[in-house]
């Protein structure tokens, strides 16, 4: 198994503000990926986040409004920048150690934007 | 892309009671993950089914996956309060290995509501 932080667990934030967070793994994986669930409704992957790379990012996600960053293989970054109260969901960070591996979800970080 | 639907969306059974959650795709299975939810947290990784054919059991819930039918199914027996929460199915594409890995897609989840 693997033991995934995220801070902050939560944050209420202003409207046009950004805020940035972080996923911290206790071991090396290859694969960290970053979702979104907003009220009421199931995951949706924001992108892939690279090692030493940009991140990949899926339809109707850009890197100007989810900046994504991983400087090494336990920690990886997710900015949501110029936030509107759309942004407010749940945000999870999860890891892959490989293929046929499981894929495990951090606690997650719960934003309101007002 | 593959779309996964989960039935029913909500359910709410007395404690001791058996039940069932099915996950449905629209594309074929080539792994699956069931995963448990508690309100506004993370999730909880219940199994992965890789193969075809392939049941895991643990504790007292227990999964299978039928790739002929592109689906999979979740049964708990003798329910209890600490088995309420939202069920989601989840599935990725297919890896040189021919299993799922990487980048998942959701069903809606399902809310299951034990009472004492």
């Known amino acids: 198994s693997a033991v995934i932080s995220q801070k902050p667990s939560r944050d209420i934030c202003q409207r046009g503000t950004s805020l940035t967070i972080q996923c911290q793994v206790d071991s090396q994986v290859t694969m960290m990926f970053w979702y979104r669930q907003q009220p009421g409704q199931s995951l949706t992957l924001i992108a892939t986040?690279?090692?030493?790379?940009?991140?990949?990012?899926e339809s109707g996600f850009v890197i100007d409004k989810f900046p994504i960053s991983r400087p090494n293989l336990t920690f990886s970054t997710l900015t949501v920048s110029n936030m509107s109260p759309e942004d407010s969901s749940i945000y999870l960070c999860s890891v892959q150690r490989g293929a046929q591996e499981t894929q495990y979800f951090g606690p997650g970080t719960r934003l309101l934007v007002l | 892309s593959q779309e996964l639907e989960q039935s029913p969306q909500s359910l709410i059974v007395q404690e001791g009671k058996n039940l069932t959650i099915n996950c449905t795709s629209s594309k074929t299975l080539y792994g699956l993950y069931w995963y448990k939810q508690k309100y506004g947290e993370g999730l909880i990784f219940l199994m992965m089914l890789q193969k075809g054919g392939e049941e895991k059991s643990h504790e007292k819930i227990t999964a299978k996956l039928d790739e002929k039918k592109q689906q999979s199914s979740l049964h708990i027996t003798a329910s209890q309060p600490s088995h309420a929460g939202i069920y989601l199915c989840g599935a990725g594409p297919k890896n040189a290995g021919g299993t799922s890995y990487g980048k998942l897609t959701f069903g809606q989840g399902t809310i299951l509501t034990v009472h004492p």
């Open positions: 986040a690279n090692q030493g790379s940009e991140a990949t990012y």
